[in-house]
């Protein structure tokens, strides 16, 4: 995997919020390559610089030091209309709140992005790669939670992204539901190669990652590779 050349690379990353006078140290000077085809989750207590580094490899927030390449691409430095360019274009987001639009069905809540992607997946097409092909036309309301998470990563798939970029996707959701929305995120990775990076405070989560990334106080604390992936319907947690 490694010979590839990777798609992330995060160099002394570190980010300061200032709140008045107090300063918030939330990332601290990472290092960090991200390839290919990973599986990658990361772990950490609430606090620990999981969503700001995800937030910066998103192009969604800029370090205050340090530098990140996507590709050939410099994040660093860049415009917000590069930056909104390089989202659109090359990542699809998954949050813990599924934010899909209530008025219009699953196919169009993910046609509003396939129509500004540049090589887009039919709607149709993403739906059933999560499982949901006979739902189409089901507006969310008609939909349990894990379906609607499952249109959200339709919607963050069909676009064709080089990565998919996961904060707490299972978090609103009891283990059976988050189980089924995590063989899609499983699905997703193997069938299409995408880069995926999935934030969890779960550590039972990690097991079907290639590799674990642990954060602690904006310092990457440990990292390793699993020797023995775990199917997601094999996970306990």
């Known amino acids: 995997m490694n010979n590839t050349p990777p798609i992330f690379v995060a160099h002394q990353l570190s980010k ?24 990658v989750v990361l772990l950490g207590p609430s606090g620990s610089g999981k969503s ?9 927030d800029v370090p205050t030091s340090g530098e990140v390449r ?20 090359h990542v699809g987001f998954v949050f813990q709140f599924y934010n899909l639009i209530p008025s219009l069905t699953a196919r169009e809540n993910v046609a509003a992005v396939t129509e500004i992607a540049q090589s887009p997946m039919r709607p149709e097409e993403a739906l059933r790669l999560v499982g949901l092909g006979e739902r189409l036309d ?8 894990g379906e609607q998470q499952r249109v959200a990563i339709a919607r963050a798939v069909a676009k064709n992204p080089a990565v998919l970029l996961c904060d707490e996707p299972t978090g609103a959701l009891d283990s059976t539901t988050g189980v089924v929305v995590l ?30 990334i642990r ?8 990292m390793h590779r699993n020797a023995v992936k775990k199917a997601a319907h094999e996970l306990s947690w």
């Open 16 to 39: 300061i919020y200032r709140m008045g006078e107090v300063e918030v140290h939330a990332l601290r000077g990472i290092d960090l390559e991200l390839y290919r085809g990973e599986l």
């Open 52 to 60: 700001t580094l995800l937030n910066i490899l998103g192009g969604l």
């Open 70 to 89: 996507y590709l050939d691409h410099q994040l660093t430095g860049a415009t917000e209309a590069e930056l909104t360019r390089f989202r659109r274009e």
């Open 138 to 145: 089901h507006f969310p309301a008609q939909l349990s939670g």
């Open 183 to 212: 063989e899609v995120l499983e699905k997703v990775n193997r069938e299409l190669g995408t880069l995926t990076v999935l934030i969890t405070h779960n550590a039972g989560i990690a097991d079907m990652a290639d590799r674990v």
């Open 215 to 222: 954060l602690s106080d904006g310092h990457i604390a440990e």
